[in-house]
Structure formats: structure tokens, C-alpha cells
């Protein structure tokens, strides 16, 4: 009797293991939802503009900038080969100087942005632990820029706003620690609208496009 219980168990075995192994694959398979977070800086470095000072006359304008922090929260579900999530993201960087034909100051300010978007991702797979990525996204954004001026003269660059269509571009490398934690590190262009003023002077801003590199994590659940 031992003997054929033994022989019973053992096929028993077997089929719970693969069970337990069917089920596993089929659970990485299925659709599930995440959240995350990721931080980072911007890479700028000017951004044109067309002053307008009145009377039909205009000159080229241009703002020198320098890197600010830059981050973003999102949420989505996942596919095996795909992602859907909707983010918010926001970013702050520096003025460090106004330029209007070929007068130029140093100033001390800084601009900020923001974007809510739709993305869309295609993974791939390199490994069991790293996950390629690429991404386009779609939605809205907006721009925010102070007034500036020369001392003594006009304050030619007057405070610009603008919100409207962004979007984005996004590549990235993903790697798994635990089943539901993944860390990451991707590269972003992010394009914004153009912020403008009217009134004399006015100001008209070029559609900026601001490039950012950043790390974050993901939670699967």
C-alpha cells in the first residue's frame, strides 16, 4: 500500500508543481496596474523670442538659461508588451541673462513648467531583470516666464504665460528587483507651448523643447 501511495503522490507532485508554474506565467501575463515616481534635471540652455517694442518695430530677443530640477508622478497598467499610463510633470530652471539685439544683462530669476500627459510605451524585453522602453505621449502643458529688463532702460521682456498642446518622446532602461518593485533611468523630450504677452512692449516666445534625464521606481501591483 505504501508502495502505491508513494506512486500516487509522486504524479501529484508533478502536476501541483506545474500548476504553481502555469499559474506564475500566467499571472506575469495578465494585465496589471502601477504607480511610480521619478526625479531629475533638465538640460536648457537658451530660448528665443521676438520683442515687440511698438510702432511696427521688433527685434530678436533671447533668454540664457541654465539646468533646474525637473519631476513626475504617474499611473497605468501594463500588457506584456505595452504600457498606458497618464503623468504629471514639472520642472523649474534658471534665467541667467536677457539679451535684445545687442544688449545684453545678467539676471537672477527662474521660469517654471509643467505637463499632464498620456503616454503610450512599447517594452521589450533584454533579460529576466532588464526591460527596454520607448514612449510618445500627448496632452497638456504649460509655460510660465517673469518679467525682465535692463537697469535704467525698458523692461522689454514682459512676464509670458502660455498653456496649450505638449508632448513627448521618451526612452528608457528598466530593471526588476522584486516582483513588484522596478527602478529605472530615461531620457525625455518634453515639447511646450509658447508662452507670450501682449500690450508695449510685447513678447513672443519659440516653442521650447526641454530635454530631461531621470531615475525613479515603479511599483507593480
Known sequence: MNNIASRIRRPARHVLAASVLLASGAWAAEPAMYVGLHAGANQLSDWSATVGLGGGVSLPGKLSLDSGGHVGIFAGRQTENAR??????????DITAIQLGALRQNVSTSGRYQALTFNAYR???????????????????????????????????????????????????????????????????LSLPKPAAAGTP??????????VLSVGYRYVF
Request: aromatic share 14%; charged share 15%; hydrophobic share 35%.
Open 84 to 93: 498606458f499610463e497618464l503623468e504629471y510633470q514639472a520642472g523649474r530652471f
Open 123 to 189: 517594452t521589450h524585453p533584454f533579460s529576466s531583470s532588464v526591460t527596454g522602453y520607448a514612449a510618445l505621449g500627448i496632452g497638456w502643458g504649460s509655460a510660465r516666464l517673469p518679467q525682465m529688463g535692463f537697469t535704467g532702460g525698458c523692461n522689454c521682456f514682459a512676464g509670458a504665460s502660455k498653456s496649450g498642446l505638449a508632448y513627448l518622446g521618451r526612452l528608457g532602461l528598466e530593471w526588476k528587483l522584486a516582483e513588484p518593485h522596478q527602478l529605472f533611468a530615461q531620457y525625455t523630450l
Open 202 to 211: 510685447s513678447i513672443s516666445y519659440s516653442r521650447k523643447r526641454v530635454d
